[in-house]
T-cell receptor, first 112, second 113 residues
Framework: DGGITQSPKYLFRKEGQNVTLSCEQN?????MYWYRQDPGQGLRLIYY???????QKGDIAEGYSVSREKKESFPLTVTSAQKNPTAFYLC???????????FGPGTRLTVL | GENVEQHPSTLSVQEGDSAVIKCTYS??????FPWYKQELGKRPQLIID?????GEKKDQRIAVTLNKTAKHFSLHITETQPEDSAVYFC????????????FGPGTSLSVIP
């Protein structure tokens, strides 16, 4: 379904732990994105990347980190510095230059 | 940076009526405006998009209009059906700014049979 996958589907974390969310795409897209979705707040941009080894902060990057070592992969780490990490996380990819974003199925992170 | 506002946050219409969702953006350099539909428990999917060199675009029962001067764009759904019930997100992107896409907060549309 769109060639973009996220894992795991559900993730539980204890306070103070870092956790990494996986995002992989086989669509040959250059651009990849991470969004956080909370009820009533839409999709808020965390990080985005246009090419390998380069990425930019979005509007809510604090407490998160990413890497882009391969074109197909864009993992997101939620660090212990993120004060309210419980949320639904969506990864997306697209061709550059204003094109349709394809979304993954999402990961629901719960901090216990 | 870009800021996208969206209204209304919730919208209920009778089946067969029209629905209109409005968005405003702040960055005059934005030039690509997609709309996404997210059904309950599913991922967002693109339903229509428009670029800044076009004023209106239609696809069957869905249309989008863009007013660059006023910096607002709208989604129009005609002859609504129950399967149109979903959350709709507008977005804006400045193509020259590393393809940064900013979404509005969403509109929950309910179509009453």
């Amino acid at each position: 379904d769109g060639g973009i996958t996220q894992s795991p589907k559900y993730l539980f974390r204890k306070e103070g732990q870092n956790v990494t969310l996986s995002c992989e795409q086989n669509l040959n897209h250059d651009a990849m994105y991470w969004y956080r979705q909370d009820p009533g707040q839409g999709l808020r941009l965390i990080y985005y990347s246009q090419i390998v080894n380069d990425f930019q902060k979005g509007d809510i990057a604090e407490g998160y980190s990413v890497s882009r070592e391969k074109k197909e992969s864009f993992p997101l780490t939620v660090t212990s510095a993120q004060k309210n990490p419980t949320a639904f996380y969506l990864c997306a990819s697209s061709y550059r230059g204003g094109n349709e974003q394809f979304f993954g199925p999402g990961t629901r992170l719960t901090v216990l | 940076g870009e800021n996208v506002e969206q209204h209304p946050s919730t919208l209920s219409v009778q089946e067969g009526d029209s629905a209109v969702i409005k968005c405003t953006y702040s960055d005059s350099a934005s030039n690509y405006f997609p709309w996404y539909k997210q059904e309950l428990g599913k991922r967002p999917q693109l339903i229509i998009d428009i670029r800044s060199n076009v004023g209106e675009k239609k696809d069957q029962r869905i249309a989008v209009t863009l007013n660059k001067t006023a910096k607002h764009f709208s989604l129009h759904i005609t002859e609504t059906q129950p399967e149109d019930s979903a959350v709709y997100f507008c977005a804006a992107m400045e193509e020259t700014s590393y393809d940064k896409v900013i979404f509005g907060p969403g509109t929950s549309l309910s179509v009453i049979p």
